[in-house]
């Protein structure tokens, strides 16, 4: 097990000293080289923790530990790796140590998904702006598009009738006019009776004539007729 003492003695020209071991008498030799930190030489009165090794029937000290100059983080790690074996084998050391992998294997996957997360958000976010810049990209296409077919199209002309264009027009509608009255006037002709050929009598009513010809005649030209009660121009229309 470890023990702890101080430098007694140390001669730097040779690279070995000795150390005063507490509540025993006997000094304990010590080499430079079996030293961490070699870069700083030993002091003499600096405390160390080391162990005691037999080294070709003589007792030296090993795993040296300087106590004044090494933390204590790197002085309970020594004390782990060379402390008694018993304490590894024992329930409590090994529930001790399968709960701490458990603790390091949770943390070691709790980073994992959080970086893998992270590397998704990263993706969804770009996809996002990419997305944004390609329908910014249409819509500037699209006004583009529009804006070429209004330059190359330009304003349409107001177009307009000449002078002799509006005589034609009105000439064309009187023509058409006096058309219609002509048809108007021959449809009058074929569908009235003729003046000659009745004449009124003070006869009114439907019973009292012999044809719808003759019905027609006393509507237009009689007065006081009453054979055509819904005034349509159709005269005793049940009877004919």
């Known amino acids: 097990m ?9 001669h730097e020209e040779r690279g070995f000293g000795f150390i005063q071991i507490e509540g025993q008498s ?26 005691i090794v037999e080294d070709n029937g003589k007792f030296k ?5 300087r106590l004044d100059i090494k933390s204590k983080v790197a002085v309970e ?11 590894h084998t024992s329930p409590h050391y090994e529930k001790a140590k399968s709960s701490t ?21 990263n993706q969804y976010q770009s ?42 027009l009105e000439n064309h509608g009187t023509d058409l006019r006096s058309q219609v009255n002509s048809v108007n006037l021959k449809t009058s002709e ?8 009745f004449k009124c009598d003070g006869r009114e009513h439907c019973s009292q004539m012999s044809s719808y010809e003759e019905a027609l005649f006393f509507i237009r030209n009689c007065a006081n007729t009453k054979m055509d009660g819904d005034g349509d121009g159709i005269p005793c229309e049940s009877q004919f």
């Not at 000290?61 to 530990?65: E, F, P, T």
């Open 127 to 168: 996809y996002q702006i990419q997305k944004q810049q390609k329908l910014e990209e249409l819509i500037l296409e699209q006004q583009r598009i529009v804006a070429e077919q209004r330059a190359a199209q330009g304003d349409l002309p107001i177009q307009g009738l000449s002078e002799q264009g509006r005589k034609n």
């Open 61 to 65: 000290a090993d795993h040296i530990a």
């Open 77 to 87: 790690q020594n004390d782990d790796q060379y402390e008694d074996p018993e304490i």
């Open 190 to 197: 074929m569908t009235s009776p003729s003046v000659s050929q």
């Open 101 to 121: 992998t458990s603790k390091i294997i949770t943390l070691s996957g709790l980073f994992v998904i959080l970086t893998l997360a992270g590397l998704v958000y």
């Open 2 to 10: 470890f023990q702890e003492g101080k430098i007694k003695t140390f």
């Open 26 to 51: 006997k000094d304990l030799f010590f080499h430079v080289a079996d030293f961490p930190n070699k870069n700083i030489p030993p002091r003499i009165g600096e405390k160390l923790k080391f162990l």
